[in-house]
């Protein structure tokens, strides 16, 4: 099984930990007198010195809640620019593969494509740092940065060692890549939710012309925006229900206003396919209009709420659960695809793997039945 993580980097932001999220301007109000007065005493009688931001660190933390977070002023505004698709940094997608951080993608107009950092090579030194062992966080921790400083990296490609020099840029990060597999078959892949996928998914559509299907890529997709899965759902998903959410008992359906998609559909998932590609994945399963292929998604099926707090700090907070219009509560489950395929690289066709190859094979039988 595949096991890769990918991260946006400034060389980018990990999308706040598979974040399915609506943003909300307005602090939070609260009416707990007993937690009020434990927080007094702490301030005024507790023996060592603990601040409000101790306190409301140790509060979030005590809800045991991954996707649950408080955020300073810095971090908060990192990940509002996130969201957005916007970055400080160098433009690459990363991941983990064998215990190695492998340079998956180098976006166009980027600083990484200017200095003409390699695909597939993997980096082994940032700034002097030996990244041997290192997370993907920790590595993104130590290449971002300012805008307009520099950062030294060591990657090793074909066995070969090569350094580079490249300054960070505010660069807007593409999130739909798209093109022509054949005349007939096109293919979209959608890498995260921001702001701007929803215009680059018309752009996508606009420009495959004449296709008769569509591979629709949604691996390693970690979530992101809900109102850009709102802007993406009509170009798959016909009018109708896409998921429901409920909250303390409370069920809301949210719909698709359609058309949706004319043309057979197939949608390649895998065991990070998280949050809002979830949300996709399992309206398209269930309203039956493509074959999902690949395997079992991540199983991410909550909803976080950003709140902006006073003086720039933020929380994240989980406050829905989502279901598929079939009822399917996927959180911890995850949604198994229809043909389940294990991920393996053609060493021939470096583009081309098995969960890809399957979904073009059974495209082209969808095609024939028209």
Known sequence: MKKLLIIFLLLGFFLGVFTSCYIVKRPLSSDFPLLNEVANLINTKYVDEKSEIDLINGLVSSLKDPYSNFYTPEDFQVLKEDLKGE??????LIGARNNKIEILMVFKNSPAEEAKLP????IVEVDGVNVEGKSVDEVANLV???EGTYVNLKVVKDGETLSFKIMRKKIVAETVIYKNISDEIGYIKILTFTDSTPNEIKIAFDNLKNIKGLILDLRDNPGGLLSSLNGVSPYFVPEGTLFYSETKGNRKEFKSPG????IPLVVLVNENTASASEIL???IKDRKVGI???QKTYGKGLIQTIFNLSNGYGLVLTTERYLTPNLFALDKKGIEPDVTVEYKVDENEPDMDSQLKKGIEILKEEINKK
């Open 87 to 92: 970055y400080s940094g160098i433009g690459v």
């Open 119 to 122: 695909v597939h090579s993997y």
């Open 144 to 146: 971002r940065g300012k």
């Open 259 to 262: 058309p949706g998609i004319k």
């Open 281 to 283: 994945s399992g309206a």
């Open 292 to 294: 999902l292929v690949g």
